[in-house]
């Protein structure tokens, strides 16, 4: 969450700042925010000059006892003041928690050079790769995949609804196949360590990572009030929850292969055909904590990371950073990797790369010691996909296709997969 004290030092900047995302209900939040914020100093403050008169009228009475002189009036008196007291700590008590949660709403800061605007002002960073120019009409990955046999979409809606695929036959090798690529490359060649996290989470690891709680309805919650995971960054980020880390394990990076679930409450009727908007999919994701002064280098090392994935499956795509508008609640800056879709004819998010500042550090309390016996203060935390599959497979089928509907397989996948072409009837 922001840091209550900028708000108080500099308001008029952190609303800027704030009102950049484009959401008009953000200024009337800060006005509740500052409001709550001057209601529970006041009650403190006076808390104290009371407390303070209670000590000075304390001393007095233990005076007059000795020297056999009457005392009710100063009993009387702190008598009232200690009932007045309790009632500013529980006024100052019922204003935090309003505080706390109104706080927890309140989105990231975008950085200072994000770009102004909303989706229609995110600008291209770089490009990788040239799409390939097909001499027949390349299809579609939903009539390439039913061909090839590797998933089958009406079964899997039969079985769950629509946006659960089954992936079978060499299709799942191919799932099985790029978890394993993706997980070694991230291990051996980026330094990752790698984790397997739950699949279920409680409410303070949601709302440590800012999924909750705004975005409870995007969500699939369990009768025992915990949640299957949107993303691995949930477990993962909560690993060092409450805890303070040393600067010399900084930077630090973990890598996790999960199954992901989002309702997407908000998205019904959009790309509902073949891969392109799942309700569960696979992912491989990267997560990374730092020091505040390394994070900007971090941010651009940890998306070289899940570029890196596309680079070695031949896929071309391009990095996006996306305006203050279009990113994401808890987000500071976030770079989209988009690949390239033949049959689609369009670039499709396959990785997300964000700096959250401290944000999600301070929801979560996650602490480091920049020096020996130095006050703690707030990492930087970050993550990545690197990368998500459904696209990531969209992309591979599409535009590696052959007029005769076979699939070339890249050559950093081979090893994993043990096939260089996918074939009708394989």
């Known amino acids: 969450m922001i840091d209550i004290k900028r708000l108080r030092q500099d308001p008029e900047g952190v609303r800027a700042a704030l009102l950049r995302r484009g959401d008009a209900t953000l200024a009337g939040a800060l006005d509740r925010l500052a409001e709550l914020d001057r209601r529970r100093r006041d009650a403190l403050t006076e808390v104290e000059r009371l407390k303070a008169g209670r000590n000075t009228a304390s001393q007095e009475v233990a005076r007059r006892k000795q020297a056999k002189e009457p005392a009710d009036d100063l009993l009387a008196a702190l008598k009232a003041s200690s009932d007045q007291v309790k009632k500013l700590d529980a006024e100052a008590r019922s204003v935090d928690d309003e505080l706390g949660a109104l706080l927890a709403t309140i989105p990231n800061l975008p950085l200072p050079d994000v770009p102004d605007g909303d989706a229609s002002h995110n600008r291209v960073v770089r490009t990788w790769g040239t799409p390939r120019t097909f001499d027949f009409t390349p299809k579609a990955h939903w009539d390439l995949g039913s061909a090839l046999g590797l998933f ?37 060649e980026h330094g990752y360590r790698e984790v397997a996290p739950p699949l279920l989470v409680n409410r303070q690891t949601l709302t440590g990572t800012g999924q909750l709680p705004k975005f409870e309805d995007d969500l699939y919650r369990t009768e025992d009030d915990l949640f299957l995971i949107p993303t691995a960054e949930v477990p993962v980020t909560n690993l060092h929850r409450d805890e303070i880390l040393e600067a010399d394990d900084l930077p630090l990076g973990y890598v996790a292969f999960t199954a992901c679930f989002r309702r997407e409450a908000g998205a019904h009727g959009k790309d509902t055909r073949g891969l392109i908007r799942l309700h569960q999919f696979d992912k491989v994701e990267l997560v990374r904590y730092a020091r505040p002064e390394d994070g900007a280098a971090e941010h651009e090392r940890l998306t070289r990371h899940a570029e890196v994935v596309l680079q070695r499956l031949g896929l071309p795509y391009r990095v996006l950073e996306l305006a203050a508008g279009d990113t994401g609640f808890a987000s500071a800056r976030t770079y989209d990797l988009e690949v390239w879709a033949a049959g ?6 396959a990785s997300s790369a964000s700096i959250f500042t401290d944000f999600q550090a301070r929801r979560a309390n ?61």
Request: without cysteine.
């Open 152 to 188: 089958d979409l009406p079964r899997g809606a039969s079985i769950s609804g629509s946006g659960f695929p089954v992936f079978t036959g060499v299709g799942a090798r191919l799932v099985r196949a790029l978890a394993n690529f993706m997980l070694d490359l991230h291990t051996r």
């Open 366 to 426: 996650i602490r480091y010691r920049p020096a020996p016996g130095g006050k703690p203060e707030f990492v930087y935390t970050l993550n990545a996909s690197g990368v998500a599959f459904p696209r990531t497979i969209i992309a591979l089928v599409e535009n590696n296709q052959a007029a005769d509907g076979s699939v070339a397989i890249p050559e950093a996948l081979v090893p994993y997969l043990g096939t260089d072409r996918l074939t009708p009837g394989d």
């Open 344 to 349: 689609v004819g369009g670039w499709l998010e």
